[in-house]
C-alpha cells in the first residue's frame, strides 16, 4: 500500500512563498532525513501548478546531472527536461523539484540563473548534513526562500488519526485558563502518550494507521535510527557523531547540568568535536537547548555555546533509541507510557517532547541552572522563554503535582524579570497564585 498523504503545516508557507515570491526566489524545505520533505515537495507541485518536473537526483540519470554543467542556453536545458521527464511545461505556471538535491551541488548553484530566467518555480529539498559537505566548490544562491520541516507536531499526529476538534478544545481551555476535568484530562494524556510513543515521522504515523502495532512501529523508527547512523558516519567516520547520538537517552537520564562529551568520548574535549555536533545540528536529528548564563530577555546573547543538553528531534525516535539494545518486548517504555506509570528514572522522555514541542512552534531552546545556598547541587529551569521583553521559565515533571523547589527559587531570585512561571505535568490545568500549571500536551501554546 502507498504511504498516506498527511496534511502538514508546511504547506500554508508554500502556499504564502509561492504568492508572495512569485518565481523570484526557490523553496528550499530543510529537515531531517526522512521527515516527508519529498511527499510535501510533490503534493505541493500537483495541486498547485499546472505540471511539474520532480529530479531525484539520488537516482537520476546521468544524461540529467550531466545538464547542469553548461547552462549557457537555459532554451535546450528545459527542452532536454522535458523530453527525459515526458512532461510538457508551461511558463510561470510550472515547478522543477530538485529532490535530494544535495547530491547535485552543481543544480543548487543553477538555482541563481534558473530563478533569474523566471519562467519557472523551483522547490529543493534535501538534507543539510550533506548539503553542508557538498558546497565547498560552489556558488550559494542568495535567492532561497528556506523553511524547516519538522516532524509532525501533535496536531498534525491528531490530524493524521482523523480528529480535527482535540486541539482546538485544547487552545480554548488555555486561552480561557480553564481546568478540563480529571477524567477528561486522564483521556487526553493517554492520547498524548500515543503520540510520545509513536511519535511525528510520517512512516511510522502511517504504520501505526496501518497495522495498529507498536511492535511494527518500532521496527520502523529503527530502521530510521540506522539510516541516521549511516549518514552520520558519512560525516564522521571515527564513529564519533553515532556515539553522540546514541547517548543521547543516557545523558539526559543523569540529570545532570549538560551533556558531558568527555563521558561519551574520551579526550572529546576539542575543536573536531565541535565540528561534529554543528553537523548533528544541522541535520535536524537532534535539537541542542543552550545554557543560559544570565537569564533576561536576550537569552541568544547569553548563551553558552559549551554547555548544552541534547534531545532527538523526534520523541518517537527517542523513545526507540532509549532501547535500542534490547527488543521490543522488553522496551519498558512503550508499556509504562501506556499504563502511565514511568517510573522517575524515564522522566527524561517528558523532558524530551517538550524540547520538541517548543521547537517545532520556532522557539530557541534554552535553560538555566544555579547553585543551592546549601550543598552541591543546583537548581534547574528546564526551559526559557523570551516573551514580551520579560522571560518564562518553565519546569517538567513526568508525574502529577509535586514541589517545585527551582521555579520558586527562580522566582525569589528574578522575580522582576518574570512573565509568567508554568509547570507542565500530567495533571489538569490549575493556577497556584502566579504559577501556571499545565498539562504536558498545551506546551505547543507557549
Not at 191 to 211: C, I, K, S
Request: hydrophobic share 35%.
Amino acid at each position: 500500500m502507498d504511504n498516506r498523504i498527511f496534511r502538514r503545516k508546511l504547506y500554508d508557507r508554500m502556499l504564502k512563498w509561492k504568492q508572495e515570491q512569485n518565481g523570484k526566489t526557490a523553496l528550499l524545505i530543510k529537515g531531517a532525513r526522512r521527515v516527508g520533505k519529498s511527499t510535501i515537495a510533490e503534493e505541493f507541485a500537483r495541486k498547485e501548478y499546472a505540471s511539474y518536473i520532480l529530479i531525484d537526483f539520488s537516482i537520476a540519470p546521468k544524461e540529467v546531472n550531466e545538464l547542469f554543467r553548461d547552462l549557457s542556453d537555459l532554451n535546450y536545458f528545459f527542452l532536454c527536461l522535458q523530453v527525459i521527464y515526458k512532461t510538457s511545461l508551461q511558463e510561470r505556471n510550472s515547478v522543477i523539484i530538485f529532490d535530494e538535491v544535495q547530491t547535485q551541488p552543481l543544480a543548487r548553484q543553477a538555482i541563481k540563473h534558473l530563478v533569474k530566467d523566471h519562467r519557472y518555480d523551483y522547490i529543493e529539498t534535501g538534507s543539510l548534513l550533506s548539503i553542508k559537505k557538498n558546497i565547498r566548490d560552489i556558488v550559494i544562491p542568495s535567492e532561497e526562500t528556506r523553511v524547516n520541516l519538522y516532524p509532525m507536531d501533535y496536531e498534525e499526529f491528531r490530524w493524521a488519526l482523523g480528529d480535527t476538534v482535540t486541539i482546538p478544545f485544547i487552545k480554548t481551555a488555555y486561552d480561557n485558563k480553564k481546568p478540563l476535568g480529571d477524567d477528561l484530562n486522564r483521556r487526553l494524556m493517554r492520547d498524548f502518550r500515543l503520540y510520545m510513543l509513536v511519535g511525528g515521522m510520517p512512516q511510522a504515523v502511517d504504520e501505526y494507521l496501518e497495522t495498529n502495532n507498536l511492535s511494527s512501529v518500532d521496527q520502523i523508527k529503527r530502521n530510521i535510527l540506522e539510516l541516521y547512523e549511516e549518514d552520520f558516519r558519512k560525516i564522521d567516520p571515527t564513529g564519533k557523531a553515532s556515539l553522540l547520538f546514541d547517548a543521547i537517552p543516557a545523558e539526559l537520564n543523569k540529570n545532570s547540568s549538560s551533556y558531558q562529551v568527555s563521558s561519551v568520548i574520551e579526550n572529546g574535549r576539542n575543536d573536531r568535536v565541535g565540528e561534529i555536533i554543528a553537523d548533528m545540528q544541522d541535520s535536524m536529528t537532534i535539537s541542542l537547548a543552550y545554557h543560559a548564563d544570565d537569564p533576561s530577555a536576550g537569552l541568544s546573547l547569553h548563551k553558552d555555546l559549551k554547555r548544552y543538553k541534547m534531545f532527538l528531534s523526534d520523541t518517537g525516535l527517542f523513545t526507540t533509541l532509549a532501547f535500542k539494545d534490547r527488543d521490543f518486548t522488553e522496551n519498558i517504555i512503550y508499556q509504562k507510557l501506556l499504563n502511565d506509570n514511568l517510573n522517575t528514572d524515564l522522566g527524561y522522555l517528558y523532558e524530551n517532547v517538550i524540547a520538541q514541542m517548543l521547537r517545532a512552534s520556532g522557539n530557541e531552546l534554552f535553560y538555566y541552572t544555579f547553585p543551592k545556598e546549601r550543598g552541591n547541587h543546583n537548581y534547574e529551569i528546564d526551559f526559557l522563554l523570551a516573551r514580551k521583553n520579560k522571560i518564562c521559565p518553565i519546569e517538567v515533571k513526568s508525574s502529577g503535582y509535586k514541589a517545585h523547589a527551582s521555579l520558586d527559587a527562580f522566582n525569589a531570585k528574578y522575580s522582576d524579570r518574570i512573565l509568567n512561571r508554568y509547570l507542565l505535568y500530567t495533571k489538569d490545568l490549575r493556577k497556584e497564585r502566579d504559577l501556571i500549571c499545565l498539562p504536558v500536551y498545551m506546551a505547543q501554546f507557549l
